[in-house]
Nanobody, 119 residues
Framework: QVQLVESGGGLVHTGGSLRLSCAAS????????MGWYRQAPGKQRDLVAR???????NYADSVKGRFTISRDNSKNTVYLQMNSLKPEDTAVYYC?????????????WGQGTQVTVSS
């Protein structure tokens, strides 16, 4: 069972920046992918950014050019640098780890961290 702990959320004004961190209890290099998702009230949980084991990254269109996902394998930590924040970025942000178990995939989730962007 992989434990994921997010930190770095908070309240910021429009145009501001935050950096989220996700510390994993196991090697993140062994994971097929690490990602950040977000869920606003009354909405579904959506992918924000993902980094695969190869280092390939992909982003939701709404955050391209503003958010950057990165990882530090030596610290088993994944980061999400968020710049030029907008009120519509307000949500609970969840860290995700995707790994292969047997012939299938297993998702692990953190508890989430709140990001609030005021206008």
């Amino acid at each position: 069972q992989v434990q994921l702990v997010e930190s770095g959320g908070g309240l910021v004004h429009t145009g501001g920046s935050l950096r989220l961190s996700c510390a994993a209890s196991e090697s993140i290099f062994s994971m097929n992918a690490m990602g950040w998702y977000r869920q606003a009230p009354g909405k579904q949980r959506d992918l924000v950014a993902r980094i695969q084991r190869s280092g390939f990254t992909n982003y939701a269109d709404s955050v391209k050019g503003r958010f950057t996902i990165s990882r530090d394998n030596s610290k088993n930590t994944v980061y999400l640098q968020m710049n030029s924040l907008k009120p519509e970025d307000t949500a609970v942000y969840y860290c995700n780890a995707l790994t292969v178990v047997g012939v299938g995939f297993v998702d692990y989730w953190g508890q989430g961290t709140q990001v609030t962007v005021s206008s």
